[in-house]
């Protein structure tokens, strides 16, 4: 998630990074696994690869990507919150144009 952390918001990020991971909200993930995924998916795929993946999600099934982003703002939230509150920036959810537009 290097470089571009300064263009755009990293709970924004984080949101496309867990949406681009392999884990699934039926899978309860705990704020470790979260994290983890994050991190993983962030390696993988980079910042923009995720952004990339997300946007071909809500184009091609968006009432399923919309439920996933909803997913992965929550997860976020609570993962990377400090002292299971929300701090600056990290608590806000994660706006993208296309979750807004479906």
């Known amino acids: 998630m290097g470089r571009m952390m300064n263009r755009r918001g990293v709970s924004a990020a984080r949101c496309d ?7 699934q909200p039926s899978q309860q993930p705990g704020a470790q696994q979260v994290r983890q995924a994050v991190a993983a998916a962030a390696r993988r795929f980079g910042e923009r690869g995720c952004a ?3 946007a071909q ?3 091609e099934h968006p009432e399923a990507a919309a439920a996933r982003m909803r997913w992965a703002r929550q997860a976020i939230a609570r993962a990377f919150a400090p002292m299971g509150s929300p701090g600056p ?7 993208h144009a296309a979750e807004r537009a479906a």
């Open 17 to 23: 990074a867990l949406f681009a991971s392999l884990l």
């Open 52 to 54: 990339g993946r997300v």
């Open 57 to 59: 999600e809500f184009g």
């Open 89 to 95: 920036g990290e608590g806000r959810p994660c706006l």
